[in-house]
Every structure is written in C-alpha cells, then in structure tokens.
C-alpha cells in the first residue's frame, strides 16, 4: 500500500499516477497484451468480388477451371456478358504474410484436409481448430463449410471449403455455389445501401408510392418522378453515364397463372408502351427475347408470393436497349399485383453493379 505525506502537493500525486497509468499501459502492451486493444481495420474491396485462397497447383488445375466456370459464369442477364463475381486470386503464403491481403471482403479458402502437404489445408486447420475439423470428418458431406466473419477486418466475410480427397472438393464446390454466392450477396447488402441512399431517402415520394400502390418502397432521394397518374409511377436517376429507372404499378390478381415469363412480357410491355419513350415518334419499351432468353423463377419476396424476372429491354423505333429485372409480387389484402421494374441504360458501361445497386433498392419492397 503506498501513503502520501501530509502536504504533499496535488500536483505531485498527479503526476505519480499518470507514472502509475503509463507503467500499467506499458505492462499491458507486450507482445499478446497488444493484440487486445489492437483494433480491426475496415474490410474493403469491390462488391460481387471473390478472393480465393488455395495451393497454386489447386487453382492452375481442373479444381481452379471448376470455381472459374462456376463462380464467374455470366451474370443473368445482361447485353454483354460480365460475371457472377470478380474472382482473385490468392496463394496461402502471400495470404498469411501480407497482413494487407488478409483486410478484403470476401474470402472462399479451399484445401483436401487429407492432403499432409497443402499449406492450405494447414492454415485452413489452425484456423477452424479441433470441433469444426471434428464436425467435418463425422459428416463430409453436410459439414464441408464453414462460415466466419470480422476474422481479421470488420466486414469481412470468410467461407471455408473442406473436401477429404480432390474429387470432393470438386463436387462440394458445385454443389455448394448458389449458396457461398448468396452469402457474398448478403454481405454486399451493407455497401450497396451505403452507395444507394448516399444522398438520402425521399421520404414524401415514399408516402406517395405507398398510398397508391400499396407499397412501402425506400426510394433515394436522387431518384426523380417522370411519371405519376396514380397508376403508375416511373422513376429516374440520371447521371453522365447511366440512366436508372424504377416502374411501379399494379394488375389486378385473377389466378397464379399470371406469374409466369409469359405475363411477366405482357404486363411490362403494357406499361412500356404506354409510359416509356423517346423523342421519336412511334418509340416505346418493349422485353426483347429474340436476342436473349427473358429468365423468370418463382420465390418468396419478404414474405409474399412472387415471381422474379430478368432480361434486356429494347425501345422500339429507335435505338435504345439495356438490362432490367422485374418482379410481380402478390398482394393478398387488396387481391392485386404489385409491379416493381428495375431497368436501365448505361451504354459502353459495365452493367452488373449498377443492376445489383437496382436489385437492392427493389428488396427493399414490402407489401404490408
């Protein structure tokens, strides 16, 4: 215990403890002390990207040939082809020794844990530790992923791909696609928002919207009505090189018949002929599925019966085209199709981000 003599001065019991405060710091600031005050950067990266972590002789043989043929096939659906995801790529040792290498977004690391001399399947096995290797080998086939996040950065999204021989590895990676896919979709959500409603939501058009379709939709606020009439609402942003447009509207609802690719046509021509033009006479919107197929799938939009559609659109008599994505979305209390359309017009432009930023705000959707 340590006492101060009677009329020690206030100041000189101050300085004693900022001794004190700076001694403990110092203590506490050695090699394994330093780690828990040390503070995890931002994870970055472009969105729909892909680091992928693995031995060299994986990614310059079939294995590597399989993710490339599967995670970066073509992106549905867009006038010239872009893929699902940029892939990179990343060997194990430039990945452990490079700390910056270690601060993306978005990792998939895939190693044969059987393999005694893949770096990969060491690193891959001091990062998983004892319970998810034992997981794995009780049931290879249902517990060959792991999913982590914030491992070295904040934001940050890493998938473990396990296999207990080449051939598996193969067949996970296939089989296993469309899901580490939605999980980089996922994690893109956060800087597709940020960049979406950077300047804001207009929050009076949101009101608008709701009170005549029946719809709760966020709607940035550089996104400007060119149409309102109460049955439809076409919205634009436009910048010096891209043009982006929502339309919304609705149909009365009859049977599920209606969600199909076939109606999907029939009620965005609709509207595209009656809303959407140029300065030319005679010019209108219309699906073109002569060039491209129009791809549709049914699906659960936040709770409600749907059907998703996606192609290229044309104006007819002048030449104007580009990529859309729509989704009829049932709305039982008012017995009513709800039509969202996401369509834009970015020539000599990549295309796939700026659908997904379109993508994103469609989801926001909710029928309440």
Known sequence: MMYFKKGESISKVSILLVWLTIALFSNACTKDGASQFKMKPNAFGEIASLVVVADKEIWDGPIGDTIRYYYSSAYLILPQPEPILDLKYFSPTDFKNVPLKRELK???????????????????????????????????????????????????????????????LVENLKANMPTLVKKVRSQDAVPLGANAYQSGRNTTLEADIEAKMNVRLKIPNDFLPAINDGKAFWLRKETDKASFNLLISTFNYTDTKQFSVENLKAMRDTLGKKYVSTRTPNSYMIVNDVDLPLYGQSLNFNGKYAFEGRGIWEIENDYMAGAFICYLIHNPKTNQIVLIDGFLYAPGETKRNKMLQLEHIIQTAIIP
């Open 106 to 168: 978005s990792y998939l690391i895939l190693a044969n844990i059987n393999d005694e001399s893949s770096p990969t399947a060491s690193l891959m096995k001091k990062e998983l530790g004892p319970k998810n290797l034992d997981l794995f080998l009780t049931n290879p086939q249902k517990n060959n992923v792991v999913v982590g996040y914030d491992r070295w950065a904040k934001g940050q999204l890493i998938m473990f791909q396990m296999a207990d021989s080449q051939e598996s």
